[in-house]
């Protein structure tokens, strides 16, 4: 397989511009013009055709996109396992939400080492949208993420959910929290918009901020109020630092784990996932109302 190929289709497919593809792919456009032409005599037919509009895909090349895609990923799954061979089984690429990493790093990776010590593996914390496209790539074999994009190919499950509380350096009730000094977490867009149905006017503060650690940092230095993860919340809590938000609401962020259709079942996937959601049963449910 000339992988080569593949991957300047679909870039092709996203760019719509045979210039931007060459400029992407650090490639004349010449070269470009006969890799696509290169795929087409493969097929007999045509995959894309110009005007003035730009590089449209023809049906033949809307019908390939999806095989494109697995081909891809077949073949970095591939390179990777390849690449890597050793004396252990295989390798595997983990992508996981960055405030999840924060909260378990540690755990989840000793259950993985307990349970498949077989395997290595690289993890990387991230964000939804990005780890959602390296899924589709095949850069990343599994993501415990926030934000599903529900392409084609991957498969999503809930596993369980984090909660977040509000806390403050200056006010122990929701009527005395000052919009000037509030730090609005923004961690995915169903946390936004829970936060934006409970307290729509916190909704447009001055500062934001999307990961538990960042907005911890923030309200050491700057003070305010803010959503951050329950266990964080305690943590601030005995340092003396803030204190609960008494009658804030408690948001919960769901967690799902995301991984590709064909692998969804397979056993080193399943214990991974399993070890993540284990985790996050333990974790007690905050009240609605602190005490």
Do not use: C
């Not at 289709?9 to 992407?24: G, V, W, Y």
């Not at 809307?62 to 697995?70: G, S, T």
């Amino acid at each position: 397989m000339q992988v080569e190929l593949i991957e300047t289709f679909l870039d092709l497919m996203e760019s719509r511009s045979f210039n931007r593809t060459a400029e992407r792919l650090n490639l004349t456009q010449s070269t470009v013009s006969h890799r696509v032409k290169a795929l087409e005599a493969q097929f007999n037919r045509k995959l894309f055709t110009r005007n003035k509009g730009g590089t449209v895909p023809t049906a033949a090349g809307l019908r390939f996109l999806d095989y494109a895609k697995a081909l891809q990923n077949q073949w970095h799954e591939a390179t990777r396992a390849v690449t890597n061979a050793g004396a252990l089984e295989r390798s595997m690429r983990l992508g996981v939400q960055h405030d999840l990493a924060e909260a378990f790093a540690g755990e989840w990776m000793a259950t993985i080492r307990r349970e498949l010590p077989g395997i290595e593996i690289y993890m990387e914390a991230d964000y939804s949208n990005q780890m959602n496209r390296d899924l589709g790539a095949g850069d990343l074999d599994l993501a415990i993420l926030y934000t599903p994009h529900y392409l084609p190919d991957l498969y999503y499950e809930r596993i369980g959910d984090l909660h977040y509380v509000m806390v403050s350096t200056e006010a122990q009730m929701l009527a005395e929290i000052r919009s000037e000094s509030y730090i609005r977490s923004s961690f995915s867009p169903g946390f936004d918009r829970a936060h934006r149905l409970a307290l729509p006017h916190l909704s447009a503060a001055l500062l934001a901020a999307g990961q538990n650690m960042a907005i911890t940092r923030l309200l050491r230095t700057l003070g305010g109020s803010a959503y951050v993860t329950a266990a964080t919340a305690e943590r601030l809590a005995d340092d003396g630092f803030t204190a609960r938000v008494q009658d804030a609401p408690v948001i919960p962020q769901t967690v799902y784990a995301a991984t590709s259709l064909r692998t969804r079942h397979a056993h080193q996937h399943r214990k991974i996932i399993a070890a993540m959601a284990d985790l996050l049963a333990t974790l007690p449910v905050p009240n609605s109302e602190a005490g």
